[in-house]
């Protein structure tokens, strides 16, 4: 069995993790997996957007820890799968140049839930959680939540989720911000798709240029972001989306964005 489905769209892919029986725990052969999804995504320029989600009834229970336990007379160093794996998946899904969407159809636990939310839009079922399992075997949150969680739901509940791994309902987790939208169980992927279909009809280098802007925010001052902003708005500028878009405001009609960049033959 396949670890992650791909499944191709108009405009976008999906992708799986297919683990059921396991609630989507991760192992090496998913993580190898993702990264190579994620990459080949990346290489794609019929790819607009990519949607995350689960098999089953579980987004990801977190790391398959049958994979942390010791053999006789052999220690295991977790932070080797972080280098090699882990941190790698994280930077392709945050470099991708266009929208990451996680449609969180059940628990998001540990690893997991940090996979969730380093997507740029998260939507969630209305019967899933959140949990930063991390503190019940003795680590620390990783695979980005340490840097995630404060610039999403402020320091106080970023370590109070961390210390005391309580569980956070999907409808709690929207009013404190950590995601977008909590929605009926029965209309979670339906949602997801039709904002992923938006996306794949949007102009794709805007999209792709509000998430750089956004991440560096959380490192620039005030000069530099507007220094950033004057940058890329420059770049969006020259493309044809932004001429159609003029034109179809003006013309009082639906605009047909390409997603292409300057110069680029549509």
């Known amino acids: 069995m396949d670890p992650v489905l791909v499944e191709m769209r108009a405009g976008y892919r999906v992708l799986t993790l297919n683990r059921p029986d396991r609630l989507n725990a991760v192992n090496i052969a998913l993580l190898e997996a993702m990264n190579a999804a994620v990459a080949d995504a990346a290489k794609d320029s019929s790819c607009r957007a990519l949607l995350l989600t689960g098999a089953g009834r579980?987004?990801?229970s977190g790391q398959d820890l049958n994979d942390r336990l010791p053999k006789p007379d052999m220690r295991v160093v977790v932070g080797e799968t972080l280098l090699s794996h882990y941190h790698p998946l994280i930077e392709k899904l945050r470099a991708l140049p266009y929208p990451v969407v996680a449609a969180v159809n059940g628990v998001a636990a540990g690893a997991g839930c940090n996979l969730a939310l380093a997507a740029d839009i998260v939507i969630a079922a209305r019967s899933a959680s959140f949990v930063q399992a991390f503190i019940r075997i003795g680590l620390i949150p990783d695979v980005g939540g340490t840097w995630i969680l404060?610039?999403?739901?402020?320091?106080?509940?970023?370590?109070?989720?961390?210390?005391?791994?309580?569980?956070?309902?999907?409808a709690k987790a929207e009013q404190w911000g950590l995601i977008w939208k909590?929605?009926?169980d029965a209309a979670l992927m339906k949602d997801a798709?039709?904002?992923?279909a938006q996306f794949a009809k949007a102009p794709t280098v805007a999209l792709g240029f509000m998430k750089r802007a956004f991440d560096?925010?959380?490192?620039?001052?005030?000069?530099?972001?507007?220094?950033l902003e004057h940058e890329l708005q420059r770049e969006a500028?020259?493309?044809p989306d932004f001429l159609e878009g003029i034109r179809a405001f003006m013309e009082k009609r639906a605009p047909n964005f390409t997603g292409k960049k300057a110069g680029e033959k549509t």
């Open 58 to 60: 579980a987004f990801c």
């Open 237 to 239: 500028g020259s493309t």
């Open 216 to 227: 560096a925010s959380t490192r620039n001052d005030l000069q530099a972001q507007l220094a």
């Open 193 to 196: 798709e039709a904002l992923c």
């Open 150 to 170: 404060p610039r999403l739901v402020g320091m106080a509940r970023a370590r109070g989720l961390a210390m005391t791994g309580e569980p956070l309902d999907a």
């Open 182 to 184: 909590c929605v009926d």
